[in-house]
């Protein structure tokens, strides 16, 4: 018995040692980080551009999102069950829009709650379980207005990385907003991120947004072919490059009451800013910019 409460005490006091070990490391590494992102020298992508095929064979990217039938059923409901947890307000008489629903397998879940759902996004690639929801072709990018008015939560997954002007659209999704109601923005990868570009599928590694130029970048991704959102693209999806502090920002100044402001980080790959340093200085980045996978937001606009 002895014996066994000495093993059990050498392993817990080794497992205190890695864990001190590791912190520390961070710690140095984050320190190291904030050293090269503080240079004013220009970028130079020479090394880590000769390096390309290097970094090809040494990452492999996120796992693969998935459209199939199954990925979206599972998707939509797990997306559904975070709103109606989220807001426990949330009744069988509510009215909610989604903008840029995608598939639309969110709404369809609230549906099936007895909500009552909208959907509206740039073109109509629904999925065919939620076909018959009401649709609308709205591009928040242009001078256009949403559909209806006063919903009681106006919602969006993945889609604020990609507003031409978020604030604008913000704007526009305030203006269909019952007074008191609530919107809810869950949105990533961030531009400046690891994976911010949304090319993971055809540039394995992290950041090919600062390592390569953006004429090399995208002349790869024209040679392999582009494919997302489950198909084959001309083009990437349009970014706007807002960093975090930006969104930050843009809450802050929306009138609403910022319920909700979760960042979601991911310090998973500082060491390939450590290897290749010239290419992240002089960017005007910082640390949580690099960091910030990813961003969950819930407003209350106020009640008259």
């Known amino acids: 018995m002895f014996k066994k409460k000495v093993r059990r005490f050498t392993r817990s006091l080794h497992q205190l040692i890695d864990n001190r070990n590791e912190n520390k490391e961070l710690t140095n590494s984050v320190i190291r980080v904030r050293e090269i992102l503080s240079r004013n020298a220009?970028?130079?992508?020479?090394?880590?551009?000769?390096?390309?095929h290097l970094l090809c064979s040494t990452y492999s990217g996120p796992g693969e999102y998935?459209?199939?039938?199954?990925?979206?059923?599972?998707?939509?409901?797990?997306?559904a069950d975070q709103l109606v947890s989220l807001i426990p307000q949330l009744a069988s008489?509510?009215?909610?829009?989604?903008?840029?629903?995608?598939?639309?397998?969110?709404?369809?879940?609230?549906?099936i709650l007895g909500m009552e759902t909208t959907l509206t996004d740039l073109n109509d690639w629904r999925d065919s379980r939620a076909a018959y929801l009401p649709f609308y072709p709205c591009d928040l990018g242009a001078d256009a207005s949403l559909p209806g008015e006063d919903f009681d939560l106006v919602f969006s997954y993945n889609a604020f990385e990609h507003f031409p002007n978020p604030e604008i659209a913000l704007q526009r999704m305030l203006a269909v907003t019952a007074p008191g109601g609530y919107l809810f923005f869950e949105f990533g990868p961030l531009y400046a991120g690891p994976w911010g570009l949304?090319?993971?599928?055809?540039?394995?590694?992290?950041?090919?947004?600062?390592?390569?130029?953006?004429?090399?970048?995208?002349?790869q991704i024209n040679r392999i072919g582009i494919r997302d959102l489950g198909k084959d693209l001309n083009d990437?999806?349009?970014?706007?490059?807002?960093?975090v502090t930006q969104f930050d920002q843009l809450w802050s100044n929306s009138g609403c009451e910022v319920l909700i402001n979760r960042h979601h980080n991911n310090a998973e790959y500082l060491d390939i800013i450590l290897q290749y340093p010239e290419a992240f200085?002089?960017?005007?980045?910082?640390?949580?910019?690099?960091?910030?996978?990813?961003?969950?937001?819930?407003?209350?606009?106020?009640s008259l």
């Open 42 to 52: 220009q970028p130079n992508t020479t090394i880590s551009e000769a390096d390309f």
């Open 281 to 302: 200085q002089g960017r005007g980045l910082t640390y949580d910019d690099l960091t910030t996978q990813g961003v969950t937001i819930l407003l209350r606009k106020p």
């Open 236 to 243: 990437l999806q349009p970014l706007n490059r807002w960093t």
């Open 66 to 79: 998935g459209y199939d039938k199954k990925s979206t059923w599972l998707r939509g409901l797990r997306r």
């Open 93 to 111: 008489e509510h009215s909610c829009l989604e903008v840029a629903c995608g598939d639309g397998m969110a709404s369809l879940q609230l549906n």
């Open 198 to 219: 949304h090319a993971y599928r055809m540039l394995p590694m992290p950041y090919p947004q600062f390592l390569f130029r953006e004429q090399f970048w995208r002349d």
